[in-house]
């Protein structure tokens, strides 16, 4: 599973 | 997506069209800091780095990303070009523009390395982005604190900058009661950034009602 985070923020 | 977080992007969005407006209409680069205006360049060019991942959060964060890489550029390029089309103030922008910004990328690093979600070249640059960008207006409020005056547009695009950080609070608050997540780094980075703005906040909103009072008859 791809473990790199998301930042979803700006 | 909460009204905070968009109010706080588009506070974001026009605090870099009034400085570029600040630039074009006016003609003059007084009291800007180009130190602050490379600052942010690397604090976008740090944090985007999943633009090339394409793992696209959505289609608004994308072209947010963009703009605000590409304004943050222009930005500099302006500045960068006054040196010949107004090469007084240029040379006066470096004599004002004096604060060490050595230390707040050496300070910025250090944090990135011992504070971040992922020991990784992505999860470091984004926390180095993170830190950089809550202390990169203070080139700009040292200027700004030394000259004394300013001219009002530049004043109103430091109050949207801060208003932006600030009203990401509310919205780290509103999803951590509706998502149940909340992201620390950029919590306390942000929490950092509106103490940073916190005394500027303070002069303008006496400035501003000092201004009202006065036109009282």
Do not use: C
Request: proline share 2%; charged share 15%; net charge positive.
């Amino acid at each position: 599973v791809d473990s790199t985070i998301v930042h979803d923020e700006l | 997506m909460n009204p905070f977080r968009i109010l706080g992007d588009l506070s974001h969005l026009a605090s870099i069209l009034v400085l570029i407006f600040n630039i074009k209409s006016t003609n003059t680069i007084e009291g800007i800091s180009i130190k602050t205006q490379v600052l942010y360049v690397l604090v976008f060019l740090t944090r985007y780095l999943d633009l090339f991942s394409f793992r696209l959060v959505s289609f608004y964060n994308t072209i947010m990303k963009l703009f605000f890489i590409s304004s943050s550029i222009y930005v500099v390029v302006l500045l960068q070009r006054s040196k010949t089309t107004q090469a007084v103030a240029y040379k006066t922008m470096l004599l004002t523009d004096t604060f060490k910004v050595q230390y707040i990328l050496l300070g910025t690093l250090i944090a990135a390395f011992v504070i971040n979600h992922k020991f990784t070249f992505v999860e470091i640059a984004w926390s180095f982005s993170v830190w950089l960008e809550s202390v990169a207006i203070l080139p700009q409020l040292f200027m700004l604190s030394k000259s004394g005056k300013s001219k009002s547009l530049t004043v109103h695009y430091i109050f949207a900058l801060g208003l932006y950080r600030t009203l990401y609070i509310p919205n780290w608050i509103w999803r951590y009661h509706t998502e149940g997540v909340i992201d620390k780094i950029a919590l306390a980075a942000g929490i950092i950034q509106t103490l940073v703005y916190s005394d500027f906040f303070y002069l303008y909103y006496k400035k501003v009602i000092k201004r009202s009072a006065l036109n009282l008859p």
